[in-house]
C-alpha cells in the first residue's frame, strides 16, 4: 500500500479512489492499514523551547489528534475544502458555523423548511444575543430578492427539506447572498457532498449532520463544517472560544463508514428508487416526495444540480384522518418507528409539521409519513408496506 505521507507527487485520483485512501499514513503507525485511535488530552515536549515554539500540529487534545485529522482530510477532499472542523453533534455544526458568521445587531435569513433544532437555536439563542432570523420560502426567489434588499449577514439554506423535500435554487440563491453580502450556509446533510457539493456551487459553509450517512450505522453523533480557508478560520476561532470537541472512538467510527459511503449511497438510491416509483402507483397515497422521482416536487432543480439521491422521501395522505395515518406507521413491521435517518436499517416517522412553518404553512389536511429507505432487500421492504397500506386502508 502507498504511503499518502511521502512527498512524491501524485497524480489527481478519483472521488471514489480518494474516499477509500485518503487519511491513510500506514508507514507512520508501523504499517497497520487504519490511523490510530488517538485518546488525548495532555501532549507531551521534550523541553520548554519547544513546547512555546508556535505552529506545532498538535499541542492539546482540543486541538486535534491523527484521528481527527485523517476524517478532516476526507471530509476536505470530498467537499472540495480547505479546512473541516468536527463537532460533537449534526446540530452543533449547524450553530457554531452561525454563531461565528453573525454578531449582535445582525440579521439573518433562513429556509422555512430548516431543520426544526436549528430553527429553535435562531429563535432562542440568536434571537437572545441581539441576531434577528427572517425565514423566507426558498422555493420563492422573489421573496428571498426582496429580503435580501434589507442588510443579511448570513443565509442559511437547507435542500431538499429533511421533512417536506424542497428544492431550491441553490447556485442562484448563493449568487443572490453574494452579491447582498451576505455568507451563505448550507445544511447538506440529505445529498451529502457525493451527490451535492455546496462549495461547487456558490455556498460559503458546507455543513453535514455527520450522525446520518457519514457514519451510517445508527450508532454515533457527529457534524462537520468545511470551507474555504479564511472563512472557516473564524469557525475554527468560534468552536475553540466554544471548547468543542468529539470523542475519538466517534471519530473513528466515522471514519470507518466513510470508506463505504460510495456504496451504500448507491444501494440506498437503487432501493429508494424503486420504493418511491411502487409508492407512486398507490391510489392511498396522495403524493411521492422525493425529488429524484420523475414528476415529483423539485424533480427539475434536482436533475439540474444533484449527481444522485439518498435513501431519504417522505409520502403524504390527503383528507385522511390522521389515525388512518398513525394505523400506516404502526402497521410496519420492518420499519422502525423513531427519529433520525441515514443508517442501514429502514425508519418511518409520522411528521408534525403543524406550527413549526411561518412563511409558508403546511396544508393541515395533508399528513407526511417520511421514511429512510435503508439497505434491506427492496422487495422485502414493498410487501411491508403495502402490509401497512392495507392495515390502515383496507
Ligand atoms: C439530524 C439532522 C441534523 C442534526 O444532527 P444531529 O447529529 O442529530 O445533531 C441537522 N440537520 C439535518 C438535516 C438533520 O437531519
Known amino acids: ?29 508501523h504499517g ?38 485523517a476524517l478532516t482530510d476526507i471530509v476536505n477532499e470530498l467537499e472540495g475544502a480547505d479546512a473541516t472542523v468536527l463537532a460533537p453533534t449534526g446540530l452543533a455544526a449547524c450553530t457554531v458555523a452561525l454563531a461565528a458568521v453573525v454578531k449582535s445587531g445582525d440579521h439573518i435569513l433562513v429556509v422555512d423548511n430548516i431543520y426544526h433544532p436549528t430553527r429553535a437555536f435562531c429563535d432562542g ?77 456558490g455556498v460559503d459553509l458546507s455543513i453535514q449532520a455527520a450522525t446520518k450517512y457519514f457514519a451510517g450505522h445508527s450508532d454515533l453523533l457527529l457534524g462537520t463544517i468545511a470551507g474555504k480557508a479564511e472563512l472557516m478560520a473564524k469557525v475554527r476561532k468560534c468552536w475553540d472560544e466554544w471548547g ?13 463508514g466513510m ?21 407512486s402507483a398507490r391510489k392511498e397515497v396522495a403524493q411521492v416526495l422525493y425529488p429524484a422521482l420523475p414528476g415529483a416536487p ?15 422521501m417522505g409520502i403524504t395522505f390527503k383528507d385522511v384522518p390522521r389515525d388512518k395515518v398513525k394505523a400506516f406507521v404502526n402497521g410496519l413491521g ?35 409519513v417520511r421514511l429512510n429507505i435503508g439497505l434491506e432487500d427492496p422487495q422485502d421492504l414493498i410487501e411491508d408496506l403495502e402490509g401497512g397500506l392495507t392495515a390502515a386502508f383496507g
Open 1 to 29: 500500500m502507498s504511503d499518502d505521507s511521502k512527498d512524491a507527487p501524485r497524480k489527481a485520483l478519483r472521488r471514489a479512489t480518494n474516499i477509500v485512501r485518503t487519511g491513510l499514513k500506514p508507514m507512520e503507525y
Open 32 to 69: 497497520f492499514v487504519n490511523p490510530p485511535v488517538v485518546h488525548a488530552s495532555t501532549v507531551l515536549f521534550p523541553d520548554v523551547d519547544t513546547m512555546a515554539r508556535k505552529g506545532q500540529r498538535y499541542t492539546y487534545g482540543r486541538s486535534g489528534t491523527p484521528t481527527t485529522d
Open 125 to 201: 439563542f440568536l434571537s437572545r444575543y441581539g441576531v434577528t432570523t427572517h425565514y423566507v420560502d426558498g422555493q420563492d426567489l422573489d421573496a428571498v430578492e426582496t429580503a435580501l434588499t434589507r442588510p443579511i449577514a448570513a443565509v442559511f439554506l437547507e435542500t431538499p427539506g429533511s421533512l417536506t423535500f424542497e428544492m431550491i435554487d441553490v447556485p442562484k440563491i448563493a449568487e443572490m447572498a453574494r452579491a447582498a453580502g451576505a455568507v451563505t450556509l448550507m445544511d447538506n446533510t440529505w445529498a451529502t457532498p457525493i451527490y451535492f457539493q455546496p462549495l461547487a456551487h
Open 244 to 256: 468543542l470537541h468529539v470523542g475519538p472512538d466517534d471519530v473513528f467510527l466515522t471514519l470507518r
Open 259 to 279: 470508506r463505504t459511503l460510495d456504496v451504500r449511497l448507491e444501494r440506498h438510491q437503487r432501493n429508494t428508487r424503486l420504493v418511491s416509483e411502487w409508492l
Open 298 to 312: 423539485g424533480h427539475a432543480l434536482w436533475a439540474r444540480d444533484f449527481k444522485g439521491a439518498t435513501g431519504l
Open 334 to 368: 420492518l420499519f422502525g418507528i423513531g427519529a433520525s435517518w441515514g443508517g442501514f436499517e429502514s425508519l418511518a416517522t409520522l411528521a408534525s409539521l403543524g406550527s413549526i412553518r411561518t412563511a409558508k404553512p403546511w396544508p393541515r389536511d395533508e399528513h407526511v
